[in-house]
């Protein structure tokens, strides 16, 4: 009986224990409103669309590139509405507390890149589709979107952290005693996270991040890009990192680092590519929305999706003045200096850029969908796309650094090219005198008009203030813009002093 | 093949202990209760008879007949059929997850509020459309911390225990109940008239760049025009008189081994909106049987079937139907006017100021639901002996919900791009919970007797919903889903929770004097990461009964007990890519990074308290204390934005809730044909948020905004304080948030901060919707056949945020507005009455951001119901009817109150960050409700 007993009570015991360990499965559920990284990097796709992620951060912000880089510059000034913020580019009097120069965008890409690299080792060659060298384009994708999101960041800002390693779960640091140290990122405070990783460092240093970075872009973006049995849409050779994309970033990065040589040889690179295009069709890049269009003229940039929670693009708020297309007409086209930039009338970029339309001036850029100013887009097509990295910038900054280094030939060939592809006449060498501070004018003057109103133009100035040593050219160009004199003379004084060429950083209020 | 093996472990379970000779228990078993619910220490406070409160005061839903009668417990609902109401035991326990009680019906756990956000703006559809009050036999707040230690992650918001009617030993009876009636209230604003309205919308044109010429020319300003000649009240077109029914079956007998019980009620409401309706039937059928003497077998099974019509009351102004009527230009009419002035078969459509014809909106716009649910139970109780007993359980409930939205285009405005609209969302919920406990009770030497409870139980819980809207369909005849011309949205989401409990429980009691109990719950949630996934909540008490003779009585306890809320719905704990857009192309993000730490929110619960009767039960009183802490709650961090991360969920702040509960009654009269009690409960509330690490949690819903801040109470107001009007441009002395500049005749907001620039630095509590203390009092008189009861219910110190009244002075565009802007600030000469200010297109000042001008207080005192039943005496008994009884009972005859509103009683949502702001919805009216009960 005792036995009996014991067995009674023994029996539900062991029943229960071997429940509960036959179990485990039951509690491992997996959480339904994402997926486990876990699951990732065991095919193509999955790779592919982490590789699309590092991207998503961007796409929606270009407004900000705009305000950055063309807002503050000579061409744009405040249209019939004013908004605070906005006027606060216009004029050059950029706040702390101007919410538009919240880098937070640039800085998630970052970090999606410093993920998809940590990561991108355990994706293992399978098979034919996913081999060694087919794995070389997203490496250098990594490398390349990297490079450019901290290119945008040192012109405008200065000084920032500095982040090339994935900060997830944990950060990894080295203590004042020497050690490695691994702490659970959640439990760190601002303050410590800011002390141990985020120190904002020299620009030099993030310079030279760049440029290796670049450098290993080049090598790894080879003509198969992205060849891993996927049907690769047109639209990736404008959207996704590419060769040529990392060819003219290289160029232009090595021209703002002063590397002459270098800027030339990687925009020969492009050059021999010989994709200039012609000025027959150069305005359809911004009429129509043809992925064709857009790689024939860019090597980079940027679409968008109006179905995507239905929301305009916000250059067509800024710029239209339709209200009911949904446009605020936050700003417009400087007509008196534009006018002054494009003054030859073969220039096919003319109509397509700017122009008055109903009485109001226009960028007609981002609203236009023909050359005469008759058709613009409704709020449903306010999907231009926004370029970054065009193949004509490629000639130009050959052209300038052949100039700096004393080829006064090159230079004048790359200018000639692309007056010749823009619908003007080749200049003789007796139309204008060939020195060099007449050739580089000429260069940028031709590279404002080719890039007007897509966020270069003031770290073009920039770039002669600081690396080629033209002094005092942001304050001269931009205070031009302002009608009162007052005013005038107040942002020319503002802008000799180097401080106002970087936006002010509050990261702490973006939170 | 994982479900699979899921339903295998539990087969198993279910088999192994199920079986007597598995279940340890060796000595002689005590015959037991048939009881649902958990193993009940005794419980000295006087249970309310629910069974007998809802047969004669008819309650459309039965949680809302709770307030008043039950200390700690707090409710608010609009007169919105069918939809759930703001219940609250005990305070609000939480910022980001679920605040709404659990409801155990027969063991089976039901959240009071929908799982899901609103379909339509501000429609929660009511969770416990399923139960009708008639079929209730018992129920029991359990509000203290020591008892809700048994329902461990599910209990920090209070737990409402429900006993089901079921068959009992004699001959068969049948009981009939047949209810009609009809409700109705007034909710009409005040409006400018034609005249007044057009004066105003001139000067608004003006405001907008119009020149006289224009405005001239302009047939809006001609009063003869036959379009625009009308004087139209349109909330007036609105209003209807809510017709209810209830017809319910009731059939129940059995014999000493054999009990069996069949209902079927058939219930529709209609609402005071016209369209909105609620219709349900309920079925149930309950079967117990003893298949040996010791053994008993337990059937449960119930269906319920609902289908209502319901309008967006929220802050969805386009659609929602008295926003848009209230807004409508009073100079026109429903109809069509040609252009020769004839009016003609046709409603009219969109206005040229942009406006939808609200006629229109009520015939072209349609939302309806279609509920269906089914649940399950077989017990089997094992009476071991007379001190011991083995149960085992295992119940199923599968409840779907099909909500659907046609709009229309004619007549109704285009918002944004969408001129129609189908919709459809589908949710459904599975729970599989089975349990086994064993219950003992035994002797200890003379004087002491202990009782102890053990068991297991294990909750497999699934839920799905799908969502999609398409958006301009080619016609407004293509209602269905797939006629859109493109897809709006698209959204699927789905949750699986597993869940474990093993409960171990017991007490010692001394000589029926001294009591001393423990509790002990071990909870395993797959919500959570492995160093989160287990939690323990554990609870003791003691009770000492000081003094004790036949009706006369005191008690003293002290309980204490931790209690969690595991409602985690996101997998925050694990590392995790959220899915994300790069132009067509589909990404992923690392959007959670791991948090193994995570756990559910803690609530420690003290209770301390008396409980005595006195006077041969001439005087029942109850008085408690209350203190429960939750800490560890469940908000987001965000990481320095060069982490490049989303903010992250972690365990991070602290709400305390506090309150004092006094119940009393006094039954003066005890005779055999007359009896009459009167009886009072009051409770306070104190809430404070604090040791919010992460800084204070602002939401904002439409114009209104609320914060949780160190200190303050949980979902406070947060806004400006409005100090005035400025009438002269000298006056000024601060700028708008982006350095512009204010014009005479904007609020003037105090600068909290004195830095000259109004922005959201200067906000402000301006209120919380959190009342001081609330409760109820009445009487029931019982003479012969006559009964007759009176409940009062009263909240004080609660404050109503009057979004409708903002929304209606807001100015800012064409739409017809209170009459309170006739005397809105015009100039320094006519500066109006101090209230409004200036009026101006688009409000370009921000005047109607949230501030303290629509904060009201929300206090009331409201005659919740009068009710009286006769039941007529029959001469011969013989007959085959056995009892007729007559009831009425009005509901919500008068509210004393101050509030401008329709109703100071305002619902507008179940989150802690979304209470007590007034949109408009329509008021809980005042219903008339006669009845018929036949008993055979």
């Keep these: ?511 | 093949m994982k479900m699979f093996s899921k339903y295998k472990i539990l087969f198993l379970g279910f088999v192994c202990l199920g079986i007597p000779g598995w279940v340890g228990a060796q000595e002689v078993a005590k015959g037991r209760a048939d009881t649902t619910l958990q193993q009940v220490v005794a419980v000295p406070q006087k249970e309310k008879n629910w069974s007998e409160i809802y047969s004669l005061r008819p309650m459309f839903l039965f949680d809302r007949g709770l307030m008043g009668e039950e200390t700690g417990v707090y409710s608010a609902y609009n007169g919105f059929v069918g939809n759930a109401g703001l219940l609250m035991i005990r305070g609000v326990t939480s910022i980001h997850l679920n605040t709404s009680p659990c409801v155990f019906v027969d063991g089976l756990p039901v959240r009071q509020a929908p799982n899901i956000s609103p379909f339509a703006s501000g429609v929660y559809q009511s969770n416990l459309k399923f139960i009708n009050p008639l079929d209730i036999f018992s129920m029991r707040v359990v509000k203290n911390g020591y008892e809700n230690v048994f329902y461990g992650g599910r209990a920090a918001n209070g737990i409402i225990e429900v006993e089901i009617d079921k068959g009992s030993i004699g001959t068969a009876t049948i009981d009939l109940a047949m209810r009609m009636g009809f409700s109705e209230a007034d909710f009409s604003p005040e409006l400018m008239n034609a005249a007044e309205y057009r004066a105003y919308l001139y000067t608004m044109m003006q405001d907008r760049g119009y020149s006289a010429g224009d405005l001239q020319q302009n047939p809006l300003f001609d009063p003869t025009q036959p379009a625009y000649r009308h004087e139209t009240y349109w909330p007036g077109e609105l209003n209807q008189k809510g017709l209810f029914s209830d017809v319910h079956l009731k059939m129940k007998g059995g014999d000493g081994d054999t009990h069996y019980l069949f209902s079927i009620g058939y219930t529709s409401e209609g609402e005071i909106l016209k369209e909105a309706k609620d219709q349900r039937i309920n079925m149930r059928f309950n079967l117990d049987f003893k298949i040996s003497p010791k053994i008993k077998i337990a059937n449960l099974f119930s269906y319920n079937y609902g289908n209502n019509r319901f309008w967006g009351e929220g802050t969805d102004w386009l659609h929602n139907p008295l926003y848009v009527s209230a807004t409508k230009a009073p100079f026109m009419s429903k109809d069509y006017y040609s252009e020769e002035g004839v009016k003609v078969d046709q409603l009219a459509g969109v206005d040229v100021l942009g406006k939808t014809n609200p006629a229109a909106l009520m015939e072209n716009m349609e939302n309806k639901g279609l509920s269906n649910r089914i649940d399950a139970l077989i017990r089997a109780t094992w009476e071991v002996d007379s001190k011991t007993s083995a149960n085992a359980e295992i119940m199923v409930t599968y409840n779907s919900l099909t909500e659907k939205l046609h709009q229309a285009a004619e007549g109704i405005a285009v918002d944004r791009y969408i001129e129609r609209q189908n919709a459809k969302r589908s949710y459904s919920e599975y729970l599989m919970r089975w349990r086994t406990w064993v219950d003992r009770i035994g002797q200890l030497g003379d004087v002491w007797h202990y009782d102890a409870h053990a068991g297991l139980s294990m909750d497999m819980y699934n839920e799905k919903m799908i969502y999609g809207r398409t958006v301009n369909a080619a016609s407004d005849e293509m209602e269905s889903l797939d006629k859109g011309k493109f897809v709006d949205s698209l959204n699927n989401t789905r949750y699986e929770h597993n869940q474990m409990n093993i409960y171990l429980s017991g007490g010692l009691t001394w000589r029926n004097r001294l009591r001393l109990g423990a509790s002990f719950n071990l909870e395993r949630s797959s919500n959570f990461g492995p160093d989160g996934a287990w939690n323990l909540y554990a609870g003791a008490e003691i009770r000492w009964t000081a003094w004790q003779t036949p009706g006369e009585r005191l008690e003293l306890f002290g309980q204490y007990g931790r209690t969690g809320n595991n409602d985690v719905r996101g997998g925050y704990y694990a590392r995790l890519y959220k899915a994300t857009a790069y132009y067509t192309y589909g990404g992923v993000y690392l959007g959670n990074v791991r948090n193994d730490d995570l756990r559910p929110e803690y609530t420690h619960n003290y209770d301390a308290g008396v409980n005595m009767c006195l006077f041969k039960n001439l005087l029942e009183i109850g008085a408690s204390y209350y203190y429960r802490k939750t800490v560890g709650l469940i908000t987001q961090k965000s990481l320095p934005i060069e982490v490049g991360l989303d903010p992250q969920y972690e365990n991070n702040g602290e709400v305390t809730n506090q309150g004092i509960e006094l119940s009393l009654a006094v039954n003066p009269v005890r005779k055999e044909n007359l009896t009459w009690s009167v009886f009072a409960t009051i409770s306070t509330l104190k809430n404070k948020v604090d040791n919010l690490k992460n800084g204070e949690v602002v939401e904002t819903m439409d114009k209104f905004t609320s914060v949780a801040r160190n200190g303050e109470e949980l979902g406070s107001f947060y806004g400006y304080k409005i100090k005035g009007i400025y009438d002269r441009t000298e006056e000024i002395d601060v700028v708008k948030s982006d350095g512009s500049a204010y014009l005479p005749g904007d609020y003037r907001v105090e600068d909290v901060n004195d830095d000259h620039r109004i922005n959201t630095l200067d906000r402000q509590i301006i209120g919380s919707p959190i009342p001081e203390f609330y409760g109820g009092f009445g009487t029931n008189l019982k003479w012969n056949g006559l009964s007759f009861a009176a409940l009062f219910t009263y909240s004080y110190g609660n404050d109503v945020y009057n979004l409708f009244r903002q929304r209606m002075s807001m100015m800012s565009d064409y739409s017809n507005q209170s009459r309170d802007v006739l005397n809105r600030w015009i100039s320094a000469e006519k500066p109006g009455d101090g209230w409004l200010p200036r009026a101006a297109y688009g409000d370009p000042s921000d005047n109607f951001a949230t501030s303290d001008r629509w904060v009201e207080d929300g206090s009331y005192l409201r005659l919740k119901s009068i009710a009286v039943q006769y039941d007529v005496p029959l001469k011969s008994r013989a007959g085959f009817v056995k009892g007729i009884k007559l009831s009425v009972n009005c509901n919500n005859l008068w509210t004393l109150t101050g509030y401008s509103g329709f109703d100071p009683e305002v619902f507008s949502g179940v989150s802690a960050m979304q209470r007590g702001v007034d949109f408009g919805a329509t008021p809980s009216p005042q219903s008339y409700i006669f009845g018929l009960n036949l008993s055979f």
């Excluded at chain 1, 290993?216 to 959207?239: C, H, P, V």
């Design chain 1, 1 to 511: 009986m005792r036995i009996m007993n014991a067995i009674k009570w023994k029996l539900p015991l062991i029943a229960g224990c071997l429940f509960l360990t036959a179990c485990g499965d039951f509690f491992d559920v997996d959480p339904e409103n994402g997926a486990s990284p876990d699951d990732f990097y065991t095919n193509n796709s999955e790779l592919n669309s982490v590789a699309e992620g590092m991207y998503a951060s961007l796409a929606p912000e270009v407004h900000k590139l705009f305000l950055w880089g063309s807002a503050r510059a000579d061409l744009v000034v405040e249209g019939d509405t004013k908004d605070v913020y906005i006027s606060e580019f216009l004029n050059n009097t950029v706040s702390v507390i101007n919410p538009y120069t919240d880098y937070g965008f640039l800085y998630k890409a970052i970090a999606r890149c410093n993920h998809q690299l940590k990561n991108l080792p355990r994706m293992k060659p399978n098979g034919d589709k996913v081999t060694v060298t087919n794995m070389k384009p997203f490496y250098g994708e990594v490398y390349f979107l990297r490079a450019w999101c901290y290119f945008q960041l040192v012109r405008t800002f200065g000084e920032v952290p500095l982040l090339l390693e994935e900060i997830s779960d944990e950060v990894t640091y080295i203590n004042e005693a020497g050690e490695e140290v691994k702490v659970s990122t959640i439990t760190m405070s601002d303050e410590e996270l800011r002390a141990v990783v985020l120190k904002p460092v020299e620009t030099q240093k993030i310079w030279t991040a760049i440029l290796d970075d670049l450098a290993k872009a080049r090598e790894l973006l080879t003509g198969t890009s992205y060849n891993m049995g996927f049907n690769i849409d047109t639209d990736w050779q404008l959207i996704r990192a590419n060769r040529l994309a990392a060819y003219t970033l290289s160029a232009e990065v090595a021209l703002w680092n002063g590397l002459f040589d270098e800027a030339a040889a990687l925009g020969e690179y492009v050059v021999l590519q010989g994709k200039l295009g012609v000025a027959s069709t150069w305005s359809t890049q911004y009429t129509t929305t043809d992925a064709a269009s857009a790689i024939l003229y860019n090597s980079f940039g940027f679409k968008y999706v109006f179905e995507q929670g239905f929301r305009m693009q916000r250059m067509q708020e800024f710029t239209s003045p339709i209200e009911t297309d949904g446009g605020k007409y936050l700003v417009k086209p400087k007509m008196t200096v534009c006018d002054r930039l494009f003054d030859e009338a073969k220039d096919v970029r003319t109509n397509v850029t700017y122009k008055r339309v109903n009485r109001k001036e226009v960028i007609w850029k981002y609203i236009g969908l023909d050359e005469d100013g008759k058709s613009m887009r409704d709020p449903y097509e306010s999907i231009a796309n926004w370029y970054l990295l065009k193949h004509a910038d490629a000639y130009l900054i050959k052209g300038i650094a052949e100039n700096e280094r004393g080829n006064i030939g090159g230079a004048f060939e790359m200018l000639n090219q692309v007056r010749e592809a823009r619908g003007m006449q080749r200049y003789t060498r007796t139309d204008i005198s060939l020195d060099k501070q007449t050739l580089r004018d000429l260069l940028f003057k031709e590279k404002a008009r080719e890039d007007a109103f897509e966020g270069k133009r003031w770290y073009d100035l920039l770039l002669r203030e600081t690396v080629l040593h033209e002094s005092g050219i942001i304050a001269r160009t931009v205070s031009e813009k302002y009608d009162d004199q007052n005013q005038k003379d107040e942002v020319y004084n503002r802008l000799l002093n180097e401080d106002s060429w970087y936006l002010p950083i509050e990261p702490e209020r973006w939170k």
